[in-house]
């Protein structure tokens, strides 16, 4: 219980206050505030929602099938004619490459071959040296 209340002299006191008070702002000090809104009912919200969704999905639908997308069209058409044929230019080095390995790697083993071969005949011949110089020699 507040001080006031209970002293008899200052209850008399602020009986004059308080009727200001409540006077000039009347019993909102004691009452809740209350929030003034307006009911929209479910369905009008529902509508406005489909109604902002439908308009931002057509906006989309304009901007993309402007001028612009046929160009944009046109230009992936043309950039995939371009993969096609650098992509035959690819398969025709890829094989030309292949022709030049195997190519290559036959001309390996030859030499190899005629190396070994030349050997053959150096050893032959250094023999035949010596066999002719044995006979000179005796």
């Known amino acids: ?3 006031w209340k209970s002293c008899r002299c200052c209850h ?8 200001r008070i409540r006077r000039h702002f009347g019993h909102t000090l004691s009452a809740k505030r209350v929030t003034i809104r307006t009911h929209r009912p479910w369905y009008f919200q529902a509508v406005l929602s489909v109604g902002l969704v439908l308009l931002g999905a057509g906006i989309t639908y304009w901007l993309m099938h ?3 997308s046929d160009t944009a069209r046109e230009k992936l058409q043309q950039v995939m004619q371009e993969n096609k044929a650098l992509e035959v230019k ?3 080095a890829q094989r030309e490459l292949q022709v030049e390995l195997a190519t290559n790697n ?3 083993k030859e030499l190899a071959s005629i190396h070994d071969e030349n050997l053959k005949i150096k050893e032959d011949l250094v023999f035949y040296k010596n066999m002719v ?3 000179k020699g005796r």
């Open 1 to 3: 219980m507040p001080v």
């Open 12 to 19: 008399n006191i602020m009986r004059p206050v308080r009727r």
């Open 66 to 68: 402007d001028g612009e």
């Open 90 to 92: 690819l398969v025709g």
């Open 106 to 108: 036959n001309l390996a």
């Open 133 to 135: 110089e044995r006979k």
